[in-house]
Structures are given as C-alpha cells and as structure tokens.
C-alpha cells in the first residue's frame, strides 16, 4: 500500500448511478496504484452562489446512496455536513464527517461532530491563518475526539481568488494531525462566473505535486467522467480518465519525500 | 431625526442589568443627536476561537433579555442567527435579523430568515467580493423579502488581519439597498490573539469618519461601558463615553455628503 | 487659505499648451476655494507596463516645460524622480521632489533627494506596510531633511487590484510629516488592460471624502480636461470640470474633522 | 547533468575570501550531484530597509570580487543592477544581469540590460500579476535580447508577509522562457524585524520541493556558512551544510516530474 490516501469522487451526488460508476472508476485506479482510497459526494451543496443552482438529492436520500455506493465499493465514504441537526443521521453513513471551510469557526458543529467519535476532516477557512486551526483542533479534543484531519483548499487572495500558501503544509502538520490538500477547491475563482464560482483546472496536477512536494498525508480531489457537465465545481473537477497519470507522479514524488514526514 | 441609522451594543449579552444599562445610556445619547437607533446583542457567540470563550445566554434565555431591553428602552432589537432552527424564535422578537459574515453563503439560512418578513441584515464575508454580493440578495427576494440590509465588516488581508475596501460602499449601494459600516467588527484581528481575535480600537473613529464621507445608511458599532472587561471583542469595542463625540462627527460628516446618496 | 493642500495635474506631461492650460484651469478652481495649489506633471512616466507606452518629454524638455508653468501659473511645482542623475537638475526647477511608489526602498535615490534640501514627497509601495515608512523617512532625516511628505496610493490586494487600508493614514501621519492621499492611482487596476494598467475613476470621489474623513494634509490627483485622450492613467483621471464640485465637499468634510489632526 | 541548474552563494559580498570559500563549498556539492552551477552575490544591496544595513563593497570593488570569484571557480556569475549607469560594468563581468522584483517595471534599466546582449534575469515584482511578465519580456525582446530568465520570489500577502503562488510558475513558463525558483527570498517576511526584513528559513525545503515538483527550470537560493552573522537575509539564508541533502530531494523530484516540462 502507498501512504498517500486518496479521497475522491464528484462534487455532489448527481444520478446515482452515474455516482456510483465514478466512484467505481475511481477505485479501480486506486486499486491499481495500491493507493488507499475513501468516497467523496455531497448530499447538499449549502452554500452555492446562487439560489438556483443545483443542491443534490438532500440529506435522507442523499445518506441512503452514500450507504450504497460505500456497500458496493466497499470503501469508507465522506461528505460535508453543514448543521448540528444533520450530524446524527450522517454519522450512522459516513466513516468522516466533512466541516465546510466557511463552517470551520462554528463551535457547534465541530464540537458535535466530534462528540460522534468519528474522524472529523476540517477545511481551513479561507480566511484562517494556517497556525489558527490549533483552535479548531482544540474544540475537537474537548469533545474527545482525535481522530481530526486538517485540510488546505487555498486562502482569499484579493477578490475572486484563492492561493495555496504551501507553508500551511508543515505548519498544520505541526499541530499533531494528518493534512489534506484539497486539489480541486483549491484552484477556485469564488464568484468569478458572476452568479457561480469558475476555476482553473488546467492547475489542479501542478498543485497537486506541490503539495505532495511539500509534505501532504492525503489528496481531496473532485472527480467527474465529464466535468463540464457536472452539477457543481464544473470547472475545476479533474477528468477521471486524468487521476491515474496523476496519481503517478503523486506516488513518484512521495516516495522521493517521505522520509521528511 | 438624522438619516444615518446607529445599530449599537455589547458584543454579547453578559449580565442583563449591566447589558440594558449600556443600551441605555446609547439610547440616550443618539436620543440627544436625534439618531435612530437599534440596540444589538448577541445571544450567542457561535464562532468564538476558542471551545472555552463566552458564549453568552443561549437562544432562549438570551431572546428574552432582548425583548426586555426592546420593552424598556423601546427600540428595535437585532442579533445574530446562525442555524435554520432558531429563525422561528429569534423572528418572535427581533426586528431585524442578522447573518454573521462566515455564514453569508449558507442558502437555507439567508432564505429562511427572508421567509419570515422580517428585515434581514447580512454581514458581507471576509472571503466575498461586494458584488457578489448580489447573489446573497437574490436569495433574499427568492423568499419574497425586500427588507433588506448589506454590512460592510472588512475583508481578509494576508493573515490575522483585515482591511476595508472602501469602494465596497458604493458597490453595495448600487445593487439597491441600505448599507451598513461595522466599525468595530473591521478593525478585529482574526486570531491576533493566539486563543482570541484582538483589535485595534484606536482606528475605530477614522474608519467610521470615512465610511460616512463614502456615504452609508447606518451604522454598527459594538459598545460598552469598560471594554477591556468586555467578554467578547474586548480589544474593539467603543467606549460608550466616547460615542457621543464620534457620532457629532458623523452628523456633521453626513450633512456634508448627503446630497451625493 | 482652506488648510488641506491640493497637488494637480495631468498624469504626464503631453502638448505644453494643453499642459499648462489643465495647470490653469485647476490654479483657478482652487483660487476659488482659496486651497493651495501645487502642479504635478511627469517628464517620464518610467515604469510604464509597455514598452511603447507614451513616457513624456524626458528629464531636459520636461523640466523646460514645467520651469514654465511655475513661472506661468505661479505655483510650485511637483514632479517624479526615477535616478540619482536626474536629481541635480530636477531640484533646480522642482519645488518637491517625488520618490515614485516602486522606487521607495531605494536607498540611494532617497537619500540623495533629501540632500538636495528640497521637500520630499515619497509614495508609499504598493507591497509597504504603512508602519514601515518610518525606515524610508529615517534615511530622508539621516541625508538632513526633515522637509518630509508621505503619500498612501493603495496596496497590493490580490492580483490586478489595489486597496487603499485607511489605517494607513493616521499611522502615517503619527510618523510626524504630512499625508498626502493620491485618490487616482489609488483606484488604478495594475496590468487590468494586458498590455496597460486600468482603472476605476468612478470611485475617486468617495476614496477622496473618506480619505479627508479619516484625516489627511493633503490631495493628489491626476485631473485631464479629457481624461479618455490622455496619455497615461486614461482610465482613473478625473475630468477637471467634477473637481471643483469634489474639493467643495473636500473642504466641507475637512471643516468637520480638522479638530481632530 | 542534471537539468536544474542552481544559483546561489551568499545574499551580499562580505569579506571576500569567506564569500569565494562559500561558493568554493556550493561548487563541490553542485559539482558531486552533476548540478550545473551559477555563483550569485550582490556588491550592493541598494534597497535595504534601513539607511545604516550593511550593503556590500559597491559597484567596483564588487566587480572586481566578482572576477576573481569567476575566475577560481569557473562558474558563471550573477549579481543584481539597480541603475542604468551601472550596466556597462556589470555586463563586463556578469554573465547574467539580475533586474530586483521592486525594480522590474524600469523600462530603461530592463531594456538597457536587454541590449547588452547578455542573459537577464528579471525578478518578478511582489506586487506583479505572474502573467504580466510577458510586459517585461516584451521589452527585453524590443531590445533583441531572448536570453530571457523569469524568478518568483513570492507575492506581497497583507502587510510583512510574502505568499507563493504556485500556479506563477506554470503560468510564466508559458510565456516561453525559463523560470527561477528563488527559495530564500520567497520565505522574507519584509520589514518582520521593524528595522529590517526578517524571514522563515525553515520553510526552505518545503517551499524549494514544491517548487521542483511544480516544475521549475532553475532553483535561485541565498547560502551561507553561517547564516545568522549574514549581514543581509540572515534570517532566510540557508545553512550551505543543508544544501546537500536538500538538492538530493530537488533531483529526485525533478526525475519523477521533468516529462511535464
């Protein structure tokens, strides 16, 4: 088994079987690379731009197809939970509770969803110094839980940009818990399509490699077979039929770095 | 009755007696400079640093105190919501309810509180440009509401830092409705503190100043008697005792420039 | 005398009639409102984005040309010095030497401008935290000259765009010399046209009251009778027939805040 | 031969025979690791926050150095101008001419380098969009010269602190010429010591991997014995004890990744 995890799958639950043949697809890459692998789809986008975009199937219905893509594939799956009311319902699916970036202050939802005792994986905020999650970490613990991954999905950098501060790698890993380089949120233009957010895919492998350059534990990456027609994130999800090449070098490169971790 | 509106408490509502006094006392002075004005206190701090900060009273407890204070001093009451589940409580009370700035982007929640009628104040995220903005509006007509109000708060600037972007007000102005200038709010810094955000209290009366010349319809300030004994914001909060001097410069600033509103 | 200073012209120096004409027209509107004048004009626009840019008359011709106006108009004059050679001619005929914003961690030229005993107006970086000119000033007091001006032009937010941190004013000011506020390259778009800077001279007038606002000694700004036709910083001029109208409420919002300084 | 070529050597001239011994040191290890090798120290540092920092021997004893360090070593130099004047000496020992970030929209200082003819190694500014390099480009191509090196050394992130911005390195390979990596001065927290820059030497590495895996050409790095008594960069200078071991990690990297070159 390589070290490098990867968590993986479209943005947000679309059709279900098209859900499923992504995560399939994704697996098998995964399988091949003998890299460990976790399902990633949103039940509900909470925070879309706009009112009218598309949300996903919803928690109860989007729980239930999480429960069985995990059964089919027979790999853990994540996904985001934006409210302490979801919390229950989620961690009877879910084997990592997702904290959304904009979400990451709230004591709340952090702290219940540490009292579940499953792994909670925090996005750094977007405005959060990378040393600040020891707060975030901090709220955790209280609730009794350590088994906390810290993810980088980039920093506000002017309006309608994000950029990757590549010191966030060692400085979170600094605080005692595996970190995440989220590829894909990560080249995000917030708003920059007006009434949805654009991004620059063509950048996702050369972050990508940064970060696992620079020291990472595991790679979030939003997958689709078609990204363009994907509900959310259309432009900046990777083409599947791109991950294997990708995990590659992501291999070729940690193998040359890992003795620093 | 001058046309610049105050919104105007402590942070967080702390001992009721002590919470009212102070509300009291700015009633008086924007009662003396014939300012309308809106008491503001939270209930609860839902986004503190740290697990072990000041929460203050919780919902119900804390909704009470606020329709004490809206009682006693017979004026509008605001304060933040941060969940779907406390909207119908909070709209039993308050006057006009306000979206925290990490929680501009969350759907149910902007569309939720403009189903109610109520007047609804969002706070512009650090992370959002002004014009994005608009999107966050049309969730709030989605849901029939009109009685809407845009707060300028600072926007991230590198780490553990804000800055005001003071073309944000016009921008804000343009897409149709009232703008707010939370004063004390835009001179915090996010986690300067290690455990807590500090502030600079100091730049407090020369972004109020500019705000107005820019041209606002209101304005926020968090106050109290002894800031440094504050609970929470203690290093930005006004001083009550000098509020009466700022908002003589307000009123003077604001009969300079009115005509171009 | 109103007591906030008013430094003016044309970007650059273009056709001397047109030139001294723009001096003229804007020595007679602050005649009008008794405001000191001061004419700016570039004999070289230096760091252009483009190499064929329009870059003036160059350091002999220009400095004819603006000896000329000085006579003419008889005000001093203020223009950019870009190399320690050009200094000794330049102090003959300026009255202020101005050390442009990327130059102002230039030793040398800083240094060597404060020799001359002739005011130094040095604009503050775009990349410069505003504490930090207390270094540039104390390299101007180590060459003797405590004839010292400090101007705030924006700072770098993101790419392509600046913001203007009002902070910066009174923190400048505590310095101990006078600030200066260049309201229109303050809202210039770095590189936003490709090949050539842009800008957004519909936001110099409410970045022009907030700065007076918050408290400063002086304007800056670039004024053309036809800012479309000029030869730099077409997009952020301001038409010198709004001027007037802008410095009345100038000195109406000076009026109610001088107390203050 | 590796294909990364590295420059480095001390960040100014101190006493001559320590700064010879110095590159002598990087010379083995380049040469032990077949990395081919340009010697970098500057004979003024003419941007210093502080009139009274050191700055090195000036233009010509710093030549005159320069030669002799040239000429013991055989390697090509590289050393920075700040002034037009100093160009025609400069060419006569350097084999590449440095243009410093804050000086990279000089027309006449990157166009008179240009016609030298000798390679230029532009900087790009902390305050510079990594696409409008191709404006800097532009104008050494308007002098006939293609021998054209393009260096990211981070981007001014809030105040006293720099961020890199890994997509600059694919964006500016784009533009057709080679890309430096410059890892000390990317870690410089500008003005972090009040009276002087301070910096993060211990994210070297990382910063330096994710770079190479990112795809760079060229990898600019400050080196010294002993970096804490540097009298410039002491606190981002990397230890020439660490470059070693660093630079096995470059080769290993660059190998896993140059097919995307």
Redesign the interface.
């Known amino acids: 088994q390589n070290p490098i995890v990867l968590i993986a799958g479209p943005c947000v639950i679309e059709d279900p079987e098209r859900t499923l043949a992504i995560g399939r697809s994704i697996k098998e890459i995964a399988g091949r690379l003998q890299i460990p692998y976790i399902f990633k789809a949103s039940y509900d986008k909470?925070?879309?731009?706009?009112?009218?975009s598309f949300?996903g199937p919803g928690l109860k219905e989007g729980l239930s197809i999480l429960a069985h893509i995990k059964k089919e594939l027979q790999v853990p799956v994540v996904s985001d939970i934006?409210?302490?009311?979801q919390i229950e319902a989620a961690a009877e699916v879910l084997d990592i509770l997702q904290i959304p970036a904009?979400?990451c202050?709230?004591?709340?939802l952090v702290?219940e969803a540490g009292r579940t005792g499953k792994a909670v994986n925090v996005k750094k905020?977007?405005?959060?110094?990378?040393?600040?999650m020891k707060?975030v970490i901090?709220?955790l613990e209280?609730a009794g839980n350590r088994n906390i991954l810290l993810t980088e999905r980039g920093?506000?950098?002017?309006?309608?940009?994000l950029?990757?501060?590549?010191?966030s790698?060692?400085i979170m890993r600094s605080l005692g818990y595996p970190v995440v380089f989220d590829a894909t949120h990560s080249?995000q233009l917030?708003?920059g399509a007006g009434?949805s957010s654009s991004g620059?895919r063509?950048?996702v492998?050369?972050?990508t490699?940064?970060?696992?350059?620079?020291?990472v534990d595991m790679l979030f990456m939003e997958v689709h077979d078609n990204p363009p027609e994907g509900k959310s994130d259309a432009a900046n999800m990777l083409y599947v039929d791109k991950l294997e090449a990708l995990l590659q070098?992501v291999i070729?490169?940690d193998?040359?770095?890992r003795k620093?971790k």
Chains 1, 2, 3, 4 share one sequence.
């Open positions: 909470a925070n879309r731009s706009s009112y009218n949300r934006h409210c302490v009311t904009f979400l202050r709230q004591t709340d702290y905020g977007q405005f959060l110094a990378p040393l600040d707060n901090a709220k209280e920093a506000t950098f002017g309006y309608n940009n950029v990757v501060d590549f010191r790698l060692p080249v917030p708003g009434t620059q063509e950048f492998p050369y972050l490699r940064a970060a696992v350059a620079a020291g070098d070729a490169i193998n040359a770095v620093h």
